[in-house]
């Protein structure tokens, strides 16, 4: 188990573009929640540092912490490949899916209790009785009733989840429940995905939440966005002014490495291009394969200029997702078998993990370059990757599953699929946004505002510490 370095962030960085009296709030809140927590200290765990939206809210909530006075930190699991497939099954059965079909059995919770008291033990001498610990995610449930015992208050905090748990889902949760059944809170992002046995006094629901300051989201001019995707050679913008240089949370501000192009097997997008775009990981349940699909086959329908990027993470740079590799070679694979002339409108680009900031920046060119971002799940947790272009004013299309119904208002700030498996209705959508751009930007401002009001760290911050103090009083 590791440390994650976590820096302080000034809280009224973010009060100031928030309206007066949730600037007010927030400030009184931070400062009572300080005093609360005082001469503890506030542990997070989770099973990776990079790599998705738990860990990306993670360093922005604890740099909060930090800057209002508690002393929060972040630990990561250390686990090896088969307790990574095996929590990955896990993660998939609880969406209602039977991921590889392997199954939760015996051996299964043997290597998952074994890698979990291993790193039960390296936190026994760091967390100290009095102590919070919020766990994140099946992978780390196995801790909470070791760390219970030392006199630490324990919550787990479970990012996904399905609105009607099926007989699949309910193997994943019969699996999970003798680890967390005692723990002092739970946390879910919707209600609905909480099951029947966690207790109504100790249930929480709190939505995830989005940093508008983080090298993903900070304000881009047209003229650094295309100068961005240039250089990267993502897109061949023929930019010859604008910057590359992102900020970092630590260790001062980087630029975007030069690159022939980051596109697979294929050259940057024309720069004439309107660009269609998925950002995800390499998931089953992201259906990268199946937005591919719905695209080429009613390319006909679309715009001429109209061209699809589906763009993920380099797979070698997620550990806690052995899933992914399969299913980008299943793109690779679908793309490579279409006609030249459909193929060239359909690229695929797998951005570098080694630094996690350029890979954010490049992400956030990318979402304000798009004429449409699209994120057609098949089920969903939440979605941040639908949050992120919504802050940004860009037009959505997205399945009506759960977390993303949280944040879309259908026909205010985006565009719902109420069956995701339906290409032709994706299509559609994509075709009338492309096709009526006074329509776009309606939905694009509806969006900016839904997030707005919603879905920033003021109000999750505040959840936490209401949480925090309930539990110390319990």
């Known amino acids: 188990m590791r440390e994650v370095r976590v820096d302080p962030l000034d809280l009224d960085k973010l009060a100031r573009i928030l309206p007066p009296e949730r600037a007010d709030s927030l400030r009184t809140r931070a400062a009572d929640a300080a005093d609360r927590l005082r001469g503890r200290v506030v542990w997070n765990v989770n099973a990776t540092a990079t790599g998705g ?4 809210m993670l360093q922005v909530l604890l740099a909060y912490g930090r800057g209002a006075g508690v002393d929060t930190r972040w630990l990561v699991l250390d686990g090896d490949a088969e307790f990574f497939t095996a929590t990955k099954r896990l993660h998939n059965v609880l969406h209602g899916s ?3 079909g392997k199954g939760l ?3 299964v919770r043997a290597h998952y209790e074994a890698v979990l008291a291993l790193n039960l033990r ?3 001498r760091l967390v100290r009785p009095g102590d919070i610990v919020l766990l994140h995610d099946p992978q780390t449930a196995g801790l909470a009733e070791g760390l219970m015992g030392s006199g630490v208050a324990v919550a787990w905090r479970c990012h996904i989840g399905l609105d009607e748990p099926d007989e699949i889902a309910d193997l994943g949760w019969a699996f999970l429940r003798p680890y967390v059944e005692q723990a002092d809170a739970f946390v879910f992002s919707r209600r609905a995905y909480a099951p029947a046995w966690v207790p109504p006094d100790r249930l929480r629901v709190v939505p995830p939440s989005l940093d508008p300051f983080s090298a993903k ?3 881009l001019s047209v003229h650094d966005v295309r100068a961005t995707l240039q250089v990267a050679g993502l897109v061949s913008t023929g930019a010859d002014g604008g910057g590359t240089a992102f900020g970092r949370r630590t260790d001062g501000p980087g630029r975007v490495r030069a690159r022939d192009s980051l596109m697979v097997d294929d050259s940057p997008v024309p720069g004439d291009a309107r660009i269609v775009l998925q950002v995800s990981r390499w998931d089953r349940l992201k259906d990268m394969e199946g937005v591919l699909r719905g695209f080429v086959d009613h390319l006909g329908e679309l715009p001429a200029d109209a ?5 993920g993470p380099d797979v070698a740079g997620v550990s806690d997702d052995p899933e992914g590799a399969e299913v980008f070679a299943s793109c690779r694979e679908l793309r490579a078998s279409l006609p030249s002339g459909t193929r060239d409108r359909v690229h695929l680009t797998a951005l570098p993990m080694d630094d996690g900031d350029e890979n954010a920046h490049l992400v956030n060119a990318l979402q304000r370059h798009a004429s449409v971002v699209v994120q057609k799940s098949l089920v969903e947790g939440f979605g941040l990757t639908v949050t ?5 004013g860009r037009p959505v299309v997205a399945s009506a599953v759960g977390g993303i119904n949280d944040q879309v208002e259908h026909g205010t700030s985006g565009l719902l699929l109420d069956d995701p498996r339906d290409l032709a209705a994706m299509a559609g959508a994509v075709d009338t946004l492309l096709r009526d751009p006074a329509l776009a930007r309606r939905l694009g401002a509806g969006a900016h505002l839904r997030v707005l009001d919603r879905f920033l760290a003021d109000r999750h911050l505040i959840q936490y510490a209401d949480m925090f103090s309930e539990m110390l009083g319990r």
Not at 53 to 56: P, Y
Not at 307 to 311: E, K
Not at 388 to 392: A, D, F, R, S, V
């Open 388 to 392: 992120e272009p919504m802050w940004k």
């Open 53 to 56: 939206g738990v860990a990306e």
């Open 105 to 107: 059995g015996d051996d």
């Open 217 to 219: 989201n900070a304000v």
């Open 98 to 100: 039977a991921g590889d």
């Open 122 to 124: 390296d936190m026994r």
């Open 307 to 311: 061209h699809l990027v589906l763009a």
